[in-house]
């Protein structure tokens, strides 16, 4: 057998293993609804994308757009709802993420060590961020492949290859905007790998071009049906706004501690096998890329000072690569006491956190707003009035899971009140208690879009999540936005409350009328 072909047939069998150990981590959460309201916003997302809408005009959120479109190819391949997208990822998305990694080495033994370690550390740690379907996990796999594309020098010199690389980056950028931050590192090798000046200029400008393929013609999608500046405002302006306006200093320190403290604990091991692994690297080419791509990575999970776990996700995929030689050659016979280590620690990690996320999801404990029993009762409270199925609905709050559990249309393209609307940022203390509005974030025109969207929608059914102080937004109480205030009263009537969640239903459903006599 050819070499080539020996690298296809060691390259099948990783990605065998790797699709098995990816579902076998994964297993007892796939059939979790929501591991983070984020997968809900991005659920409700990809519905309107199936049900032929547009994005960032018939909903809007911060998230680019191929983010909808995995979640509603996962669904289309695999079922509808939440299931489906999580398939999509343990079956297809983690598996080939780490055979990237493993392509990275050629396949080698350093390869096999390089997804495994993606793989078993991605799931030690807290389902909430790592288990959830976040848009840093599906971007990792477009990146990984920008890297597989350029393992050596002799690689990195071929214009093709450098072309590949860039459209690659592009399409993770369209998943999620921090992909952006590996550009650097992927347009430094190939202006380093040698040649003449000319050839050098060559390939980043192929780099670059490959890069800006897939957001032109993203632009030109968006372009085709009006909606440019729209695609621009939630994308990028939106972003950019939520960065700017970090917590307070004293918060930022209490959330490194409670968060990124935790992370640098259990992923010790692969820093310290990152620092023993650089003399081991056979070519500087890969040397200074791993190292490129890793601190590129930091600067991602410092947005805000919010340290929230997903942020963490991107530096996974580097510090695998990174750990991977010493880690690939500490573990033969005998076993040394740092290679036993090496692979007692993530195994007892991953043990660990899988009891503890089980407990925290399928016990009675009620840790995560996303495991409350209240957005079931509040969907089926709907499903029995009269009127379900009458109308869409509309949620003032943020809880997009209330959307996806009843499964109505939408009442506006605001699936969550953003900054725009509120002035409420996520991830700041002062946000949820209402001590601080982003007032300046807050846009007129914005309003007249959302009451322009309810006057035209008259949604049966309007969940105020306020009264109950759902995800803190009993600092956001309706009466403070007299706009909507007054549309909610004078065609509304509030029928039910389910813990704490008010049911308005609007004023003149035949069907009520006529069963309860109102």
Known sequence: ???????????????????????????????????????????????????????????????????????????????????????????????????AASAFFRHDRRGLVAGLVYLVYGAAFLAHDMHSVSAEVLMLLPLGWAVALLPGEEEARRPGRAVGAGLLVGLAILVRQQAALWLPALALIVVLAGGTAARRVGRLLLLLVGVAIPLAACVAVFAGVGAVDELASWTIAHNLGYAANPIAPGEALERAASYLLPFLVVTIPLWWAAGRSWPLYEARHQRMLVASLLALSIPATFVGFRFFHHYFIQLYLPLALAAAPWTAGALTQPLSRAARLAVAWPLVALVGFTFANTLLYRGSARVYEETLPLFERVATRLREDPCFGKGALFVWGFAPQLYAEAGLPRGSRFVVPQASLTGYVPGRRAGASGEIRARELIRDEHWDLLMGDLERSRPVFVLDTAPGGLHGWQSYPMEDFPRLDGFVRAGYRAVADVDGVWIWRRRGCAAAETRAGE
């Open 1 to 99: 057998m050819t070499a080539g072909g020996d690298a296809v047939r060691r390259g099948a069998a990783r990605l065998a293993l790797f699709v098995a150990l990816a579902l076998l981590t994964r297993a007892p959460f796939l059939t979790v609804p929501f591991l983070d309201l984020d997968e809900a916003a991005a659920l409700v997302g990809s519905w309107t994308l199936l049900d032929g809408g547009t994005l960032y005009v018939d909903f809007v959120d911060n998230r680019p757009p191929l983010l909808y479109g995995l979640y509603a190819l996962g669904q289309l391949l695999f079922g509808h709802g939440m299931l489906g997208v999580r398939l999509l990822t343990a079956l297809v998305v983690l598996p080939l993420t780490a055979l």
